[in-house]
């Protein structure tokens, strides 16, 4: 792997509590501003956006944080969209280039982030299937909560 290939954390680590919280059926409903914001900032860059992760699976515990899938033409290039996300309050934080591309935005409150994906990334099919399965199975679902409760309960290093 080469320099260019190494994932990029824009600001430094950051020491942060993990917090899992009962469901919130307000959290479709705090995907949506975002999302069209996204979609009105994007236009036609945005082949599609998703509600993903734990807040996007009802019945679900969760880290308080919506996360949003969104797809453009090449996300390896930037200057496509971080410009525009970034001077509507989403500010570049994760740049992956081995990790198919992947770039990761958010808030200032850290209570949104934007994963983007090229189209055909493997990762964008993965992301919907999972949150897919676990929207279909309870066992699933309870499985997964009661494995996400005991990992934030441990302690992690920096």
Known sequence: MGIDDEPCLIGGVEKRGIII???????PQQYERPARLIRDVLGSRLMRIEHIGSTAVPGLAAKPII???????NSADESSY???LGA???????REPGFFEHRMLRTAARDVH???FS????????????????????????????VKRRLAAQSWPT
């Open 21 to 27: 919280a009962d469901y919130d059926p307000a959290w």
């Open 67 to 73: 996360d949003i899938l969104a797809v453009v033409p």
């Open 114 to 116: 934007v994963h983007v």
């Open 119 to 146: 189209p055909g990334a493997p990762e964008i099919s993965r992301y919907i299937t999972f949150r897919d399965r676990l929207r279909r199975s309870a066992e699933d679902r309870a499985r997964y909560e009661a």
């Open 82 to 84: 971080v410009p525009q």
């Open 88 to 94: 509507v309050g989403y500010p570049l934080r994760v």
